[in-house]
């Protein structure tokens, strides 16, 4: 992804919330290449995932014009949930910018309940796990 002046702040460092927006769009890219695009996902088999919870660690501020390089590790796997390591990274020197923990829950669309991961999915993803 590369950083755009709107992504920055009045010192042309990324804005601390746009790394949460940098981190969403691979997190959906990611289950995008496991076969669940969003909204297919939701119309199809009424199945969402929310953030639950996530933390953050601000290590060295990207700036106007780089590239960066985010990453999606899943670090633990509940019936319904799952734990996901992401980094955000300067593309050219590999230098951390941004690491963090999301906590995203699988719910039924419709009333935001939790439900049980689809089978699909922990077999694509049952090898990292």
Not at 88 to 103: E, I, N, P, S, T
Not at 116 to 129: G, H, R, T
Request: proline content about 2%.
């Amino acid at each position: 992804m590369r950083v755009y002046y709107e992504d920055t702040d009045a010192m042309g460092v990324v804005y601390h919330a746009t790394y949460l927006q940098f981190m969403e769009r691979a997190r959906t890219e990611w289950l995008r290449s496991l076969g669940y695009e969003q909204r297919g996902a939701r119309e199809r088999h009424n199945l969402g995932f929310i953030v639950h919870s996530l933390t953050l660690d601000y290590v060295k501020g990207a700036r106007l014009d780089d590239l960066l390089e985010v990453s999606v590790t899943i670090v633990r796997r509940g019936g319904a949930s799952l734990n996901l390591a992401q980094e955000v990274r300067r593309a050219d020197d590999g230098v951390l910018c941004c690491r963090g923990l999301v906590k995203v829950a699988c719910v039924w669309a419709d009333s935001l309940k939790p439900r049980p991961l689809p089978e699909q999915l922990l077999a694509e993803i049952a090898d990292v796990c």
